[in-house]
């Protein structure tokens, strides 16, 4: 399958600890997206990369939040002491330039 | 990036045509329309967009206003399989990076 992968699928955490998500973008897509999608409401955008860069960051993403993509390939996710109000599906997307996005099938996190 | 505004729902009997209206009267210019969709447990996925001609494709048509300020996407056969939460979008092409996505239409497509 050469779709956008994300790792894991679920993730049960309790409030505080760290977690981290995964997104394996389509391979020739440069620009990588991550959004987070509450029940009920469509999804929020929280960043963007253009190969390794962050280009741009939401009022979403606290300091708690950090995303990376060191090689500009793959992407990451970080968590810190979550929060029961950060549970949420974190979908990953990518795409080419001026080309529609690709979105991955998501990571379900629940904060207990 | 124009807000866009979409009935909250709307069923569709299987085989016929499913018509999704959209409002976005404050769209500007450059700013194309967008549509995606959300089955059930999975990430969106695209379906067609436009600036001002009508588009079409394999999954569905677009027919934007003479005044651009609304645009119905319309599945021509609809299935069980396009049950799903509908989203219309505006933005610029520049703008691919930040999709707002509202609360869609949740169209279901009974048998």
């Known amino acids: 399958d050469t779709g956008v992968s994300q790792n894991p699928r679920h993730k049960i955490t309790k409030r505080g600890q760290n977690v981290t998500f995964r997104c394996d973008p389509i391979s020739e897509h440069n620009r990588l997206y991550w959004y987070r999608q509450t029940l009920g409401q469509g999804p929020e955008f929280l960043t963007y990369f253009q190969n390794e860069a962050q280009l741009e960051k939401s009022r979403l993403l606290s300091d708690r939040f950090s995303a990376e993509r060191p090689k500009g390939s793959f992407s990451t996710l970080e968590i810190q002491r979550t929060e029961q109000g950060d549970s949420a599906m974190y979908l990953c997307?990518?795409?080419?330039?001026?080309?529609?996005?690709?979105f991955g099938p998501g990571t379900r996190l629940t904060v207990l | 990036d124009a807000k866009t505004t979409q009935p909250t729902s709307m069923d569709c009997a299987e085989g016929r045509a499913a018509n999704l209206p959209c409002n976005h009267s404050t769209i500007s210019g450059n700013e194309y329309v967008y549509w995606y969709r959300q089955i059930h447990s999975q990430g969106p996925q695209y379906i067609i967009h436009g600036l001002k001609n009508n588009e079409t494709n394999e999954m569905a048509s677009l027919i934007i206003t003479e005044d651009r300020k609304s645009s119905t996407l319309i599945l021509p056969h609809a299935t069980l399989r396009d049950t799903a939460v509908y989203y219309c979008i505006a933005a610029t092409a520049d703008s691919w990076g930040k999709l707002q996505f509202g609360a869609g239409t949740q169209v279901v497509v009974t048998p």
């Open positions: 997307a990518s795409s080419s330039p001026y080309n529609e996005q690709f």
